[in-house]
């Protein structure tokens, strides 16, 4: 690829330098992710408990067009969801007459939440995810109806939450009562589903950087979900991605909301400590 | 029309019982030393058939891991494999053989590579594909004979 002789000799001998210390084309690129002025962190020093060295937002192995739509909140087309979401925050449902703002007044008042999820929840004896929180709000508090998991004023309403914490690195709890989810979770991401007979590491932590195709494999984070994908047009929760994938090896998948995911969510959460939320991130 | 096609298809389905008679069950591969030396169907493999099989999504997607330099007209191929360029000038028939039928079992029992013709699957396997092998024992034999014709040397 390097031409010899001059001006190709010397862009070649920069080339050659740059590749010194720059990754691969295999690895995730060198791109920085900054939105209103603000730099969001892609990669950190892996947590103790990783089996990597170094973790990576998913926003880093995307194609610069893909990247670019999350750069400008104007252009990324999550924000339609997040902007119906504030209008649901504000009205009110169900026998009490309450709506989310009733309660929590601005939904700035959650920043932060995002970042620790999934945790203990003393009441249900487990761990809450952001779905499970809110569904708990509306039915014992607000008198409405449960929201299916995949419904859109759930996936939009965790897209709004979710943003109050743009930018805070995932620190999700992973001893006490949460240990014996995080082993269940682990145990899921290592074990070899489906005709395919593959895992998640298999994928995403073994081949991570390399292109399964099409894909330019990432490591499987979730810090950037409920994520909108252009293939899927329209925003999906972390459970639907993990349905995609186990899908994909041809298993059958978990249910969404289910013991199993949420372990693995945890699990997987855990694997992704000290990176920024991004929501709502951008994926092809 | 309806009955026609019934009629036609239970043909099918005949002739397909038949050479899945003749062929060797996947418990039932012989493979030692990381080699099956025995055709699994006595059908000569069709290189032709085998080629469409590895671009195939739905068959061997054999593409989505390897690159291979005669098939340059399909854009997207994977790098979790090694490149197959030259394959058989590396392994002979019966080693590739082993390999395509069980990976695990022949190269590297952590592979991350399907084994294409055992019933050794993963955990939750799919109704659709529960007690099915990934290709049929012929499918194998096509695929064979393809890589069969990667020769650099």
Same mark, same amino acid.
């Given at each position: 690829m390097i031409k010899v002789g001059g001006i190709f000799a010397a862009v070649g001998i920069a080339a050659m330098l740059a590749s010194l210390v720059s990754p691969a084309l295999a690895d995730p690129d060198n791109n920085q992710l900054i939105i209103e002025g603000e730099l969001i962190v892609t990669d950190v020093a892996a947590p103790d408990s990783s089996p990597l060295d170094h973790i990576y937002s998913g926003w880093r192995f995307r194609s610069p067009e893909t990247q670019s739509l999350q750069m400008d909140d104007f252009e990324n087309p999550g924000f339609v969801a997040v902007d119906a979401a504030a209008e649901t925050w504000e009205t009110a449902d169900g026998s009490e007459g309450k709506s989310c703002a009733s309660c929590h007044e601005d939904v700035s008042s959650l *920043?932060?939440?995002? *970042?620790?999820l999934p945790k203990w929840d003393e009441a249900t004896n487990k761990p809450a995810t952001m779905e499970n929180l809110i569904n708990r709000c509306r039915t014992d508090r607000m008198g409405a109806e449960a929201w299916g998991w995949e419904q859109k004023e759930m996936v939009n309403m965790t897209a709004l939450i979710s943003l109050q914490s743009r930018g805070m690195p995932v620190n999700i709890q992973t001893d006490g009562p949460m240990a014996e989810w995080m082993e269940k979770g682990k145990d899921l991401y290592y074990t070899r589903v489906g005709q395919l007979n593959m895992s998640c590491s298999n994928c995403h932590e073994d081949n991570y950087g390399n292109q399964i195709r099409s894909d330019h494999l990432s490591q499987g984070q979730i810090n950037g979900f409920p994520v909108y994908r252009l293939k899927w047009a329209g925003l999906g929760s972390i459970h639907r991605r993990f349905k995609g994938c186990m899908e994909n090896i041809r298993a059958t998948p978990f249910k969404r909301g289910s013991d199993e995911f949420i372990a693995l969510e945890a699990y997987v959460a855990s694997r992704g400590a000290g990176l920024a939320v991004e929501t709502p991130s951008v994926r092809n | 029309m309806k009955k026609l096609v019934v009629a036609a298809s239970a043909v099918l389905m005949l002739t397909v019982g038949v050479a899945l008679a003749d062929a060797v069950g996947p418990n039932d591969v012989a493979m030692a030393d990381a080699v099956v030396a025995e055709s699994l169907t006595g059908v000569a493999g069709d290189p032709a058939a085998g080629r469409d099989i590895m671009i195939n999504r739905k068959l061997g997607n054999c593409l989505a891991c390897h690159v291979n330099s005669e098939i340059p007209e399909q854009p997207f191929h994977g790098e979790v494999g090694p490149p197959l360029d030259g394959v058989a000038d590396r392994w002979t028939e019966g080693e590739l053989r082993a390999i395509l039928v069980d990976v695990k079992q022949a190269m590297n029992p952590e592979s991350i590579m399907p084994s294409f013709y055992s019933l050794k699957l993963g955990a939750r396997v799919a109704e659709k594909f529960e007690g099915k092998t990934i290709l049929g024992a012929q499918q194998v034999e096509d695929v064979l004979a393809y890589l069969m014709t990667l020769k650099e040397e």
């Open positions: *920043a932060g939440l995002r *970042a620790e | -």
